[in-house]
């Protein structure tokens, strides 16, 4: 088992930034590629960003390319999301997930989310 839990959320002025973190414990935090999603409400969950084990891979779709950057420090087990340049719709629940694969189908593990809401 994996246990994640998500911090850094919060209120926001559009413009401007936030980094969430995703603390892991149970498992070899290096063994697992890590990714980062979002839900609002009423809409789907939407994949945000994804890393590989060792933090040389990642992946973003064009909703946040250059605005947010995911990152990982497998000593402290925790990994990153950088949020700049902030929008209203980057408001959310933002959810990070953990596989033993990069860019699975599906995720094995997922924390608990952490809101972020970002004022116009």
């Known amino acids: 088992q994996v246990q994640l839990v998500e911090s850094g959320g919060g209120l926001v002025q559009a413009g401007g930034s936030l980094r969430l973190s995703c603390a892991a414990s149970?498992?070899?935090?290096?063994?697992?590629?890590m990714g980062w999603f979002r839900q609002a409400p009423g809409k789907e969950r939407e994949f945000v960003a994804a890393?590989?084990?060792?933090?040389?891979?990642?992946a973003y779709p064009d909703s946040v390319k250059g605005r947010f950057t995911v990152s990982r420090d497998n000593a402290k087990n925790t990994v990153y999301l950088r949020m700049n340049s902030l929008k209203p719709e980057d408001t959310a629940v933002y959810y990070c997930?953990?596989?033993?694969?990069?860019?699975?189908?599906?995720?094995?593990?997922w924390g608990q989310g952490t809101q972020v809401t970002v004022s116009s």
């Open positions: 997930a953990a596989s033993t694969t990069y860019l699975p189908r599906e995720y094995d593990y």
């Open positions: 149970g498992r070899t935090f290096s063994n697992y590629a």
């Open positions: 890393i590989n084990w060792s933090g040389r891979s990642t």
